[in-house]
């Protein structure tokens, strides 16, 4: 079974904090994406990455970054926490690029 | 109009019921489809994954796309209350062409 771990179910942040989401897959995927997930609005896509190194945006990218250095981590970064990045974000891992994606269990974090 | 439309619901039936959830779609391109399962406060869970046209059947569930009408269906046999979840569909062109999500279908299986 494929596997993507979230370092944290729950995040309580201040604003102007800089927070780190890591995501680990052991699955040897090569594509990596991250989402964040607000009623209405479904899942929205806000980095990807095709191979160790590489990121891309996606299509709300603004106020975040991202790092891949290994393979299998890729890590969210909110360089400066503000309330409307109160949200929960998901990790996804694929063999195929944009296709069959797995994802993992999610990290709900409130920035306050 | 959105790319992939999804009637959000919510959708209640009693437990045994089959259960028909659908999405309908614009982009001709979308050739690889899939439905999601979430449960509160969790991660979408991969149910079904189809390529192209046709029917996929695993226990249960039954994945069907009709890329004629663009329109793809999961319908849910004899459900249970454990199906009581939010359900996604989401496709691609495949390649570079991102995963398009639909909003997703709330639906409770009432015991």
């Known amino acids: 079974d494929v596997k993507v771990t979230q370092s944290s179910r729950y995040l309580v942040k201040r604003t102007g904090e800089k927070v780190f989401l890591e995501c680990v897959q052991d699955?040897?995927?090569?594509?990596m994406f991250w989402y964040r997930q607000d009623p209405g609005l479904g899942l929205r896509l806000i980095y990807f990455?095709?191979?160790?190194?590489?990121?891309e945006k996606g299509d709300i990218p603004e106020g975040y970054s991202v790092s891949r250095e290994k393979k299998e981590r890729f890590s969210l970064i909110l360089e400066s926490a503000s309330t409307n990045q109160t949200s929960m974000y998901l990790c996804?891992?694929?063999?195929?690029?944009?296709?069959?994606?797995?994802f993992g269990q999610g990290t709900r974090l409130t920035v306050v | 109009q959105k790319e992939v439309e999804q009637d959000p619901g919510p959708l209640s039936v009693p437990e045994g019921a089959i259960v028909s959830l659908n999405c309908t779609y614009s982009?001709?391109?979308?050739?690889?489809f899939m439905w999601y399962r979430q449960y509160s406060r969790k991660g979408p869970e991969l149910l079904m994954y189809?390529?192209?046209?046709g029917n996929k059947e695993d226990g249960r569930f039954t994945a069907q796309v009709d890329k004629s009408s663009k329109y793809i269906s999961l319908f849910i046999r004899d459900s249970q209350p454990s199906d009581s979840a939010t359900y996604l569909c989401?496709?691609?062109?495949?390649?570079?062409?991102?995963?398009?999500f639909g909003t997703g279908t709330r639906l409770t299986i009432i015991p």
């Open positions: 189809t390529y192209s046209s």
């Open positions: 990455s095709y191979d160790v190194k590489m990121k």
């Open positions: 996804a891992s694929s063999f195929m690029k944009n296709t069959e994606a797995f």
């Open positions: 982009n001709s391109a979308f050739q690889y």
């Open positions: 699955m040897d995927h090569e594509n």
């Open positions: 989401a496709m691609s062109a495949g390649g570079n062409e991102k995963l398009t």
